[in-house]
């Protein structure tokens, strides 16, 4: 079983940061399954959002959060962090942590693999 645990979320200004943390437990997992974050916003479909390869550096940004989102890991805790810089209020969901596959162009994710979430608002 794999357990994830989302962190850093809250309430932000527009133009404002946060930093998410999520580290991951448990076993089950390939060596090609790697992590990343989705999001869901109230009464929309959830979207992946980025993803990273450690094995070979390759990240994955949706458009609507290139330049203003950066994903990071740290192999040895084998946690994952979004940094987003830039919020505006669409950016308003809960967001994911989870585990799938990721190219340059494309973050699969599997379903049923992520935690309780952290909830981001952007709001003045």
């Known amino acids: 079983e794999v357990q994830f645990v989302e962190s850093g979320g809250g309430l932000v200004q527009p133009g404002g940061s946060l930093r998410l943390s999520c580290p991951v437990s448990?076993?089950?997992?390939?060596?090609?399954?790697?992590l990343g974050w989705f999001r869901q916003a109230p009464g929309k479909e959830p979207e992946s959002i980025s993803c990273i390869r450690p094995t070979d550096g390759i990240t994955y940004y949706r458009n609507s959060v290139k330049g203003r989102f950066t994903i990071s890991s740290d192999s040895a805790k084998n946690t994952v962090h979004l940094q987003m810089n830039s919020l505006k209020p669409e950016d308003t969901a809960v967001y994911y942590c989870?585990?799938?596959?990721?190219?340059?162009?494309?973050?699969?994710?599997?379903?049923?693999?992520w935690g309780q979430g952290t909830r981001v608002t952007v709001s003045s």
């Open positions: 989870t585990v799938g596959r990721c190219g340059s162009d494309y973050f699969t994710y599997f379903i049923g693999y």
């Open positions: 448990g076993s089950g997992l390939d060596d090609e399954d790697v």
